[in-house]
């Protein structure tokens, strides 16, 4: 199966700061079918981003994904209250889909 | 708008199993196929397995094969997790989910979440 790693662990930004989540594959997504989702306490995964940079229904245009093969981006322009969350990234290249360790977006 | 309705929360005993559902608004999952992932404390989402309720084929990550059973019944609309063999490490929300359109494991449509907490 493929391993996904997610850096940083945490991330403490100010609202309006930039953030950068970065997710590394342990072998190259040929399809480059790869999700972001966005989670907060109490609350199931929200996807975000699919196919790499292909922002889901009702997703504000602050979230960006890139990158392609192994390493994989999310880009938050400017933080908002609500963004702080913890975020996943998740393969469904091959089977089993697997998901990352996370990224906790904290307040500064 | 897709919604997903799980049952609620158990608490189960070591060697024990357990028995969660879930139902698509509308009473159908329209084709698609319906995940069920799960998530223990602190941890990052995994996934479970699937079926595709209008075929009744259901496929499991190897970690669970031979202790879960994902079954459909299509007149009512219903997917049920079964998982046997309870352990401390079963201890988890487990969350179903459905594919967003054609992408299969693409996980679009998620159920509130069903606690289950193993226990003695």
């Known amino acids: 199966e493929v391993l996904l790693t997610q850096s940083p662990g945490t991330l403490s930004l100010s609202p309006g700061e930039r953030a950068a989540l970065s997710c590394r594959a342990g072998?190259?997504?040929?399809?480059?079918?790869l999700a972001w989702y966005q989670q907060k306490p109490g609350q199931a995964p929200r996807l975000l981003v699919y196919g790499g940079s292909s922002r889901a229904t009702g997703i504000p245009d602050r979230f960006s994904g890139s990158g392609s093969g192994t390493d994989f981006t999310l880009i938050i322009s400017r933080l908002e209250a609500e963004d702080f969350a913890v975020y996943y990234c998740q393969q469904y290249d091959s089977s089993p889909p697997t998901f990352g360790g996370g990224t906790k977006v904290e307040i500064k | 708008q897709v919604q997903l309705v799980q049952s609620g929360a158990e608490v189960k005993k070591p060697g024990s199993s357990v028995r969660v559902s879930c139902v698509a608004s509308?009473?159908?999952?329209?084709?698609?196929?319906v995940n069920w992932v799960r998530q223990a404390p602190g941890h990052g989402p995994e996934w479970m397995g699937r079926?595709?309720?209008?075929?009744?084929?259901?496929n499991y990550a190897q970690k669970f094969q031979g202790r879960l059973s994902i079954t459909a019944d299509t007149s009512t609309g219903t997917v049920f997790m079964g998982l046997i063999s309870l352990t401390y490490e079963d201890t988890a929300i487990y969350y179903c989910?459905?594919?967003?359109?054609?992408?299969?494991?693409?996980?679009?449509?998620w159920g509130q979440g069903t606690l289950v907490t193993v226990s003695s």
């Open positions: 989910t459905r594919d967003r359109g054609s992408s299969s494991y693409l996980f679009a449509y």
């Open positions: 509308g009473g159908t999952f329209s084709g698609y196929a």
């Open positions: 079926i595709l309720p209008v075929l009744g084929i259901a």
């Open positions: 072998q190259s997504l040929t399809n480059t079918f």
